[in-house]
C-alpha cells in the first residue's frame, strides 16, 4: 500500500540552528501539506502545496519556514532559525485532485526538539 | 468560534458499550468530512469518509447534516482497540484543498 515516508523520525537541533524536514508523498497525489502538533495540542495547519507553489499557508507559516519540492518525489519543509517553541511533530501529508478520494494520508512524522 | 469544534473528553466506556461523538463546524461552504483516528504520538489516520446520505463500515457510522453543519461517528460494540483520539476534519471551498483539523476527542474503552 502506497505510504508517505518521512525522514528523520526524531531530529534534535539547537535553538537558532536551521532544520530541513523532508518527506516522500504518495506518488500520484497532487496536493502536499505540512502540518505541526505540539505535545497534548491539536494538529495545526502549516502550509498546503500544489503545482509548484504554495496554495495556502497559516499564520504559523511565517518567514522562517519554507517549503520545496526539488524533485519528482521530495517534499522538504526547511526552519531557519529554529526556537524552543518549534518543537512539535511534523507531520508532511499528500491527497489526490479534489473530487477524487481528498482524504489525506499523512506520514510518521518528524519529531523536532529544540534545546 | 473554533473551525471545528468537539468534546475533548475523555469518554471512558466499557468494553462492548456504544459510543456517539460530535463535531460541530463554522464554514457553511464546507466541502468534504471525515473522521481520523490518532493513536498517542502516532500520525492521523483516515478512519472513514462522512457522506450526505450518511456511511457505514462495520462498527462505525458516519453522519453528516448540512443545515446544522454537524456531524457524528457512532461506535457499536466498542473494543479495547478503539482507545485512541478522534478527529473530526473538514476541508473547506477554496484553494488549498487544506484540512482543518478539531481538538480531537478521546476516547478510552476499558475491561
Known amino acids: 500500500e502506497p505510504e508517505v515516508t518521512q525522514t528523520p523520525s526524531h531530529q534534535v537541533t539547537q535553538m537558532g540552528q536551521e532544520v530541513i524536514l523532508r518527506c516522500v508523498p504518495i506518488?500520484?497525489?497532487?496536493?502536499f501539506y505540512w502540518y505541526r502538533q505540539i505535545l497534548g495540542q491539536k494538529v495545526e495547519f502549516l502550509v498546503s502545496f500544489y503545482n509548484n507553489e504554495i496554495s495556502e499557508k497559516s499564520e504559523i507559516f511565517d518567514d522562517q519556514f519554507s517549503v520545496e519540492r526539488p524533485d519528482g518525489s521530495n517534499f522538504t519543509l526547511k526552519i531557519r532559525s529554529t526556537k524552543l517553541e518549534d518543537s512539535a511533530m511534523y507531520f508532511c501529508?499528500?491527497?489526490?485532485?479534489?473530487?477524487?478520494?481528498?482524504?489525506?494520508?499523512f506520514g510518521q512524522g518528524t519529531r523536532l526538539t529544540v534545546v | 468560534r473554533k473551525e471545528v469544534e468537539q468534546d475533548p473528553g475523555p469518554f471512558n466506556v466499557p468494553e462492548g458499550a456504544t459510543v456517539a461523538f460530535n463535531c460541530t463546524y463554522s464554514n457553511s461552504a464546507s466541502q468534504s468530512f471525515f473522521w481520523y483516528r490518532q493513536d498517542c504520538r502516532k500520525e492521523p489516520k483516515l478512519l472513514m469518509s462522512?457522506?450526505?446520505s450518511g456511511n457505514e463500515d462495520g462498527r462505525f457510522t458516519a453522519q453528516l447534516n448540512r443545515a446544522s453543519q454537524y456531524i457524528s461517528l457512532l461506535i457499536r460494540d466498542s473494543k479495547l482497540s478503539d482507545s485512541a483520539t478522534y478527529l473530526c476534519v473538514v476541508i473547506d471551498t477554496g484553494g488549498g484543498n487544506k484540512l482543518t483539523f478539531g481538538t480531537g476527542t478521546q476516547l478510552k474503552v476499558e475491561l
Open positions: 462522512v457522506y450526505s
Open positions: 501529508a499528500s491527497s489526490g485532485p479534489v473530487g477524487e478520494g481528498t482524504e489525506a494520508f
Open positions: 506518488s500520484n497525489h497532487l496536493y
